[in-house]
Nanobody, 128 residues
């Protein structure tokens, strides 16, 4: 079992930056792919960024490409989402999720349904 806890959300002005953290406990993160999703008020959850099944590529939603970057520190069992040039439309609850890495599945994006563990979310509010 893996427990994920996000932090780092808050209120920021448009154009500002935030870094979200996702700390895992229960198991080491090294064999898991860490993805990020978000859900804006009244909208469906959507993909933000994540590596592929093999971990060789990283996918970003078009809406965040060039502004958001994911990274991880296995020694700290932590994944990060660096968000720059934030826009009001980035306002949402942000979730991290973990999926067991499956290298044979190749350089393909992991469907949301295949993430086994989810954090509780952290709210990001971007004011105009």
């Amino acid at each position: 079992q893996v427990q994920l806890v996000e932090s780092g959300g808050g209120l920021v002005q448009a154009g500002g930056s935030l870094r979200l953290s996702c700390v895992a406990s229960g198991r080491t993160l090294s064999s898991y792919i860490m993805g990020w999703f978000r859900q804006a008020p009244g909208k469906e959850r959507e993909f933000v960024a994540a590596p592929s099944w093999s971990g060789l590529s990283t996918y970003y939603a078009d809406s965040v490409k060039g502004r958001f970057t994911i990274s991880r520190d296995n020694a700290r069992n932590t994944a990060y989402l660096q968000m720059n040039s934030l826009k009001p439309e980035d306002t949402a609850v942000y979730y991290c999720a973990a999926a067991a890495q499956r290298v044979p599945y190749g350089d393909v994006r992991i469907p949301a349904r295949d993430y086994e563990y989810w954090g509780q979310g952290t709210l990001v509010t971007v004011s105009s």
